[in-house]
C-alpha cells in the first residue's frame, strides 16, 4: 500500500489503526493472574483438589470395583500424572536454586546446578500446557460419529452453489482422512442445474468425528463472482454448517448418559412428543394402489424441530434417518442450553465475552484474492483451493481453530475458578 | 383424477425433460422428482457395472445410461410400477426382488409385519417366562399366499435372534411367486441382510389356500407337524399363521379404486379372489372375504395361537372379526378367544379421519396353556 503513489485518507487512518493496535495478545492475558511458571493459582487449586480425588477414588477402587467410578479414575489420571510431573519440576528448580544461594557449593556443582535449572526452566511451561489442556472438561459428544447440517443462508442462488461446494469440500475431507461417510440427505433447490442444494446431511460416521469437525460449526461466507452474476460483480453470500452428535444405536455398550432410549438420559427424546406424518394422500390403501411415495416428516413439538427425510425409496429407512436427525437436532439444541446457563453464570468474570454460537461468521472464503480467512483464530491462508479441496489448507485451519477452542476454554476455566474463589472468600466472613 | 395444471408440466420440463413423462404417473412434481433421482441413480450404477459396455457390439449393451433412463421413464410414464422397473423394493432392512406377475410388497404390509414380529417376540417372552429352559420354545409360523415371500423373510429377519428354533413355511399358488420367494431368500443371504440359518430356517412351497384340499391340506399338515425331532426336544411350541390374502372385491376392482397401473401391471390372482363353484356352502357376506373364512377355519382346526391377517378396510376388518366369532361358536372355542383390530380406530389418534378407508390387521389370539397374555394388551399397546 505505502509504494502507491497517493493513499486516500481513510485507508490511511485504518491501515494505521492496524498497526497501532493489536487486540489478540490483550484477549488471552485477561482475567489470568499467573505466576512465574504461566498457570494461575485458581487452576493449580483445581489441579489439585482433582488429584486428590483421584487419590481417594483409586484407594477406593482397589478394593471394590466399580465402573462408574473407573471411568472417572480414568478421567482424572492424566491431570493426577501431569501434576505430579509439574511439581517434580518445580521442587527440582527449587532445590537448585537453594542450591545455587548456599555459598557453601563448589565452582563446579555450581555450573551444573546452573545448566540442569536452565533446561528445568525450558520444560516447564510445556508441563504446564499439558497441565491446562488436561484441566478442559471433556466435552459430552467427543466420542461421537457426526452429522453435518449444510444449509444455505443469504444469498439465493449463489448460496445454494456454495453450499455445494462446501459439501464437497467436506467429503474430500472425510476420503482423505479415512472416514467412512454416507449422504443421509441431499434437498436439490428448484432449478435446472442439480448443484444448487436447499439442504443436505452428511453422516461421518467414526468415532470421535464430532470433536475433529466441532470446529466448523458456523457460519461460513464466500465473497465471489457467481457463476449467476451477469455484471460481474462480487457478491457476499452465507452458508450455515452444523454439526451435530450422532447417537450410536442402542445396546452397543455405551454408558447411560448416552443411551437415547433410556428416559433417564439428557438426550432422551419421547416418541410421545413426536408427531409423525406420512405425506400421502388419503383414499384407499393397501392393494389397491402402489403408492412410491415414501417421504416422512417428524414434528418435535414442545420445540418444534420439523425434520422431513424423502430420500429413500423405504419409508422405513426414512423414519429411522429423520429420527436420527431429529434426536441429533434436540441434543445438541438441549447442551447448548447448558453451556449458555454456564456462560450466563461465568459473565461476571469473564466481562461479558461474547460466546462463539453457530450465528456467528466464523470463516470467509474469498475467491477474488484467493484466501480463505478464520476469524477465530484470525489464520489467513493464500491458497484457496488446498481449503476447497478439503486438503491441507483445510487441516491447517481446523488446526488452528482447535488452539483457538483450547486457550478459550482455559480462559473459561480460569475465570470460573476465580469466581469460585471470590464467593468463598465472601463466605468464609460470615 | 384431477387434472396435472399446464404451468406444473411447464415448471417440470423446464427443470428436466424427463419429468413430464413421470408426471403423469407421480402426479405431483415432489415424488416425480424423487423417482427421476431413483432411476437414475440405478442407471449410472447399470452402466458402471455393465462389463459389456465396451467389448459387445449388439447395440442393447451400448446404450449408456442416458438411453436407459429414458426407457426406464416411457416405461413408468405408461404406468408401469417402479418396483417393476428396477426390479426391487426395500422392505424393512431387507431388499425385496420384484417381478411380473407377483404382488409388489406394499409399505402397509412392512408396518403390520413388524408389529406382528413384536407380537410374537412378547409371546415368546412370556411362554419363556412360565418355562424352565427359555430356550426351549420353537416357533413355526405359516405364511399363506406369500407371493414375494417378503412377510417370511422381514419376520425371519425381526425374529430370529430372540427365537432359537424358528420354522417359516411360506405358501403361494403361483409357481412364479414361489421361485422369485426362493430367489429374494438366497439374494438376502447373499447381501448379509438375513441369518446364514435363514436357508434351513425358510422354506417356500407351492399350495391353494383354497378348497384344493388333498395338496395344501396335507402340505400344511406337514408343515405343521413334520418335525418329530424338534417336537421331542421342544417343550413348547408357538404356532402362528399370518397372511396377506387376496382381498380387493369385484367391485372395488372394477369402479376406480383400485389405481389403473395396478390393473394393468399387477396379478389379478393376487388382488382379487376367485369364485368358486361351491362359494354358496360358505355362509358368507361379501365374496371377498372367502380367504378369510378357509384361513380361520384352518387355524381352528389346528388351534393355532395367534393369527394375523390383513385386511383392506375397517369394514373389512370388522367382518372377518365377526366372521372369526362365529367360527370360534362353530367350534366351540369362545372361551380363551381374544379378537382385535389393529391399528384401533377409537378416535384416539389425530388421524382417524381417513384412517377407516386405510387396509389394517385383525389379531386373533388364543390364551390358556400357562400364557398370561392379557386381552387388552395389543390395543393398548397401538396408541
Known amino acids: ?430 | 383424477m384431477p387434472r396435472i395444471p399446464s404451468r406444473t408440466i411447464l415448471d417440470a420440463h423446464r427443470q428436466d425433460h424427463l419429468l413430464p413423462l413421470l408426471l403423469q404417473e407421480c402426479r405431483s412434481l415432489d415424488l416425480a422428482k424423487s423417482e427421476l433421482g431413483w432411476m437414475r441413480n440405478r442407471a449410472v450404477s447399470q452402466a458402471q457395472s455393465n462389463p459389456l459396455r465396451i467389448e459387445t457390439t449388439k447395440p442393447k449393451l451400448h446404450q449408456g445410461w442416458r438411453s436407459t433412463l429414458r426407457s426406464m421413464c416411457r416405461a413408468r410414464s405408461r404406468g408401469q410400477p417402479l418396483q417393476y422397473i428396477l426390479g426391487d423394493q426395500p422392505f424393512g432392512d431387507l431388499d425385496i426382488l420384484c417381478r411380473k406377475e407377483v404382488l409388489i410388497p406394499r409399505p402397509e404390509t412392512e408396518t403390520f409385519t413388524f408389529h406382528a414380529a413384536n407380537l410374537i417376540s412378547r409371546n415368546v417372552v412370556n411362554a419363556s417366562q412360565s418355562l424352565i429352559n427359555p430356550h426351549a420354545i420353537s416357533v413355526r409360523v405359516i405364511d399363506l399366499c406369500t407371493g414375494t415371500g417378503c412377510i417370511s423373510l422381514l419376520l425371519h429377519a425381526l425374529v430370529a435372534p430372540h427365537v432359537q428354533h424358528l420354522s417359516i413355511v411360506g405358501i403361494d399358488i403361483s409357481t412364479t411367486a414361489i421361485k422369485l420367494a426362493r430367489r429374494n431368500l438366497k439374494y438376502n443371504i447373499r447381501q448379509g441382510k438375513l441369518l446364514d440359518r435363514a436357508m434351513a430356517d425358510i422354506t417356500f412351497r407351492k399350495g391353494n389356500v383354497l378348497c384344493g384340499v388333498p395338496v395344501d391340506a396335507s402340505n400344511e399338515e406337514q408343515a405343521l407337524g413334520d418335525t418329530p425331532e424338534s417336537t421331542l426336544r421342544t417343550a413348547c411350541h408357538l404356532d402362528v399363521i399370518i397372511s396377506n390374502p387376496p382381498y380387493i372385491s369385484e367391485k372395488s376392482y372394477g369402479n376406480g379404486t383400485t389405481a389403473r397401473s395396478v390393473r394393468m401391471y399387477e396379478p389379478r390372482i393376487a388382488l382379487v379372489p376367485p369364485v368358486l363353484g361351491d362359494a354358496l356352502k360358505i355362509p358368507l357376506h361379501r365374496q371377498e372375504d372367502i380367504f378369510y373364512y378357509h384361513i380361520l377355519s384352518f387355524s381352528f382346526k389346528r388351534k393355532v395361537r395367534l393369527v394375523m391377517l390383513e385386511c383392506g378396510d375397517h369394514s373389512q376388518g370388522e367382518r372377518v372379526a365377526a366372521l372369526c366369532r362365529a367360527l370360534a361358536a362353530q367350534y366351540l372355542q369362545v372361551d380363551d378367544l381374544c379378537i382385535s383390530i389393529w391399528p384401533a380406530n377409537d378416535g384416539t389418534l389425530n388421524k382417524s379421519a381417513h384412517d377407516v378407508s386405510e387396509p389394517c390387521m385383525v389379531i386373533v389370539q388364543r390364551l390358556g396353556l400357562g400364557n398370561t397374555t392379557t386381552c387388552g394388551q395389543p390395543t393398548s399397546d397401538s396408541k
Open chain 1, 1 to 430: 500500500m505505502f509504494n502507491a503513489p497517493w493513499i486516500c485518507a481513510r485507508c490511511f487512518v485504518r491501515s494505521a489503526a492496524r498497526f497501532g493496535s493489536n487486540p489478540r495478545p490483550f484477549l488471552q492475558r485477561r482475567g489470568l493472574k499467573t505466576d512465574s511458571a504461566g498457570i494461575s493459582q485458581a487452576l493449580l487449586a483445581r489441579a489439585r483438589s482433582l488429584t486428590n480425588e483421584h487419590s481417594t477414588l483409586s484407594a477406593h477402587l482397589a478394593e471394590v470395583f466399580d465402573a462408574k467410578l473407573a471411568k472417572r479414575v480414568g478421567e482424572l489420571a492424566p491431570i493426577a500424572s501431569t501434576l505430579k510431573e509439574w511439581e517434580h519440576a518445580n521442587s527440582s528448580i527449587s532445590e537448585l536454586l537453594s542450591l545455587l544461594n548456599d555459598p557453601e557449593t563448589d565452582a563446579e556443582l555450581r555450573s551444573l546446578a546452573v545448566e540442569d535449572l536452565e533446561s528445568s526452566k525450558v520444560a516447564l511451561p510445556a508441563i504446564a500446557d499439558n497441565l491446562k489442556k488436561a484441566l478442559i472438561p471433556r466435552h459430552p459428544f467427543a466420542d461421537l460419529p457426526c452429522l453435518l447440517e449444510i444449509r444455505p443462508g443469504a444469498g439465493g442462488d449463489e448460496a445454494g452453489l456454495f453450499a455445494f461446494e462446501v459439501l464437497r469440500m467436506y467429503i474430500a475431507f472425510c476420503s482423505r482422512r479415512g472416514f467412512r461417510y454416507s449422504l443421509i440427505k441431499q434437498d436439490v433447490a428448484d432449478g435446472p442445474a442439480q448443484d444448487r442444494l436447499s439442504e443436505a446431511v452428511l453422516e461421518v460416521d467414526a468415532d470421535g468425528a464430532y470433536d475433529i469437525l466441532r470446529t466448523e460449526s458456523g457460519v461460513h461466507r464466500v465473497q465471489r463472482v457467481p457463476a449467476t452474476e451477469a455484471k460481474g460483480r462480487t457478491h457476499t453470500s452465507a452458508v450455515s454448517v452444523m454439526i451435530l452428535p450422532s447417537f450410536p444405536d442402542s445396546g452397543s455398550g455405551l454408558d447411560s448418559s448416552l443411551n437415547f432410549e433410556d428416559p433417564n438420559s439428557d438426550y432422551y427424546v419421547d416418541p410421545q412428543e413426536v408427531r409423525t406424518e406420512k405425506m400421502r394422500a388419503g383414499g384407499a390403501g393397501g392393494q389397491h394402489v402402489n403408492k412410491t411415495e415414501s417421504a416422512i416428516r417428524l414434528t418435535h413439538i414442545p420445540t418444534g424441530t420439523v425434520v422431513s427425510m424423502q430420500d429413500s425409496r423405504s419409508q422405513h429407512a426414512n423414519r429411522k434417518k429423520a429420527w436420527q436427525v431429529l434426536r441429533a437436532r434436540i441434543a445438541e439444541a438441549r447442551r447448548e442450553a447448558r453451556e449458555q446457563e454456564m456462560v450466563n453464570l461465568r459473565r461476571g468474570a469473564m466481562g461479558g465475552v461474547a460466546r462463539m454460537g453457530r450465528g456467528d461468521k466464523i470463516r470467509t472464503y474469498n475467491y477474488g484474492q484467493n484466501r480463505c480467512t478464520d476469524h477465530r483464530s484470525g489464520l489467513t491462508i493464500h491458497n484457496l483451493d488446498s481449503v476447497l479441496d478439503g486438503g491441507e489448507g483445510l487441516e491447517t485451519v481446523m488446526e488452528s481453530v482447535r488452539t483457538w477452542l483450547v486457550e478459550r476454554e482455559i480462559e473459561a476455566l480460569a475465570a470460573e475458578e476465580s469466581v469460585q474463589d471470590k464467593e468463598g472468600l465472601r463466605a468464609q466472613p460470615r
